[in-house]
């Protein structure tokens, strides 16, 4: 098998979920950095099915999709795949953040596009410059953090549905549900889109807290992410 080739931009976003699995997996990857300044001259040639990142080059063939690529790599580490009822279970807690943040990005959307007009069929605002780039990301912040404390509670309730072991979001031992709220974690500190995630759901922070501090690997990569300084998404960046 030849090495894997995992391609995407200078942020968490839909690439953070997968460098941790890999890393969890023992899995070496070549980690290709796509610079948001040259992306649109650059995206022709990185051979991409659906000119989006991220895309996981594996023997020849190009994965899209990051959940997908996702499974794929929670796959080689071992944490789905063992106990259909537990991967069962893990899933109505990611469904759940998922659903929730569908409606957010809908109402951040909705919250700026008056005020900011873009591009047709783009998020590239027709006044794309920097500074007007800043004012709609500090909008979206401040919308954002008032729309999470008002529509996670879902993510406890669930929680308390599913958890047996505090250590863990469903039985005894980490699972892929384990790592996505890792990422959650992380995403719920960034520039843009922190908001009181302990205040909102008390249940998910701990166990996130828990999960982190007690597995060695997984506190030595947010660890590093956080050091690093690197955003979670290309707002104010790229777009
Ligand atoms: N459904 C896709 C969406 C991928 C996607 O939206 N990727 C963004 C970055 S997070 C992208 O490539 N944006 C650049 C563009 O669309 O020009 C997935 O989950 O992988």
């Not at 919250?111 to 027709?126: D, R």
């Not at 890792?182 to 500190?189: D, G, R, T």
């Amino acid at each position: 098998m030849s090495k894997l080739v995992f391609k995407y931009f200078d942020c968490y976003g839909r690439g953070g979920t997968v460098k941790l699995l890999f890393k969890l997996a023992n899995v070496d990857f070549e980690d290709v950095i796509v610079p948001f300044e040259t992306w649109n001259e650059d995206k022709a040639g990185l051979g991409l099915p659906l000119d989006q990142l991220p895309v996981l080059e594996v023997d020849g063939f190009t994965l899209c999709q990051t959940k997908a690529i996702e499974r794929y790599a929670a796959t080689k580490a071992g944490l789905i795949g063992k106990c259909a009822l537990t991967d069962a279970k893990g899933e109505m807690l990611l469904e759940t953040i998922s659903d929730v943040r569908q409606k957010v990005s809908v109402g951040l959307m909705g919250a700026v596009a008056a005020q900011f007009p873009t591009e047709p069929n783009s998020f590239k605002l027709v006044d794309n410059t920097q500074e007007n780039r800043d004012k709609r990301a500090a909008v979206m912040s401040e919308t954002y953090k008032k729309m999470m404390m008002e529509k996670t509670a879902d993510f406890d309730k669930v929680l308390s549905l599913i958890q047996t072991n505090e250590n863990f979001c469903v039985g005894d031992a980490l699972t892929f549900v384990d790592i996505q709220v890792v990422s959650y974690y992380i995403f719920a500190k960034d520039k843009h889109f922190s908001y009181d995630f302990e205040k909102a759901t008390p249940k998910l922070f701990k166990t996130a807290e828990n999960i982190i501090n007690k597995n060695p690997k997984i506190k030595e990569f947010v660890d590093d992410f956080f050091a690093s300084g690197k955003p979670c998404t290309g707002l104010g960046n790229m777009y």
